[in-house]
């Protein structure tokens, strides 16, 4: 446990949490846009995201579908916790929960997705890469 531990509880809190995974899904789409370039065009996929005061919305195509996906994070602080919707190529829509909760041995806060905890990056990881790598046949 660090100096800054009074700090790291009064973060671990929904509100916070949302912000550092949408910058994370954020900077992550930046890094996509930066090598597309370099990617043949059927690899490429094009996003769009949008920011709302709760919510925050990637719509993107991947070139080598004709259907798009659609990735929702919507914060309820009443609940502690964000929704996140995925919708990939196929259609089949999924949700998923994320929550932080103070880890009492540890001292530090602990983000769960589904239940697994994660750090904002993993969780970027797990929504964005089957949406911008994954082939659907």
């Known amino acids: 446990m660090g100096e800054d531990w009074i700090q790291e509880r009064i973060e671990c809190r929904a509100s916070v949490i949302f912000a550092r995974v949408c910058q994370s899904i954020e900077s992550d ?5 930066k090598y597309a370039p370099d990617l043949p065009v059927k690899e490429q996929v094009t996003c769009h995201v949008k920011h709302e005061r709760d919510a925050m919305t990637v719509e993107g ?8 996906f659609t ?8 609940k502690e916790e964000i929704e996140i ?10 949700t998923h929960r994320l929550y932080a909760d103070w880890h009492p041995r540890e001292h530090r806060c602990v983000l769960f997705f589904d239940g697994d905890p994660m750090e904002p990056w993993q969780v970027s990881k797990k929504l964005l890469e089957p949406l911008l790598f994954t082939r659907s046949t």
């Open 85 to 94: 919707t995925v919708t990939p190529p196929s259609g089949t829509r999924s």
């Open 29 to 33: 789409i930046q890094a996509m846009e």
């Open 71 to 78: 990735l929702v994070l919507r914060l309820d602080e009443s």
């Open 61 to 68: 195509r991947p070139a080598w579908h004709d259907r798009g």
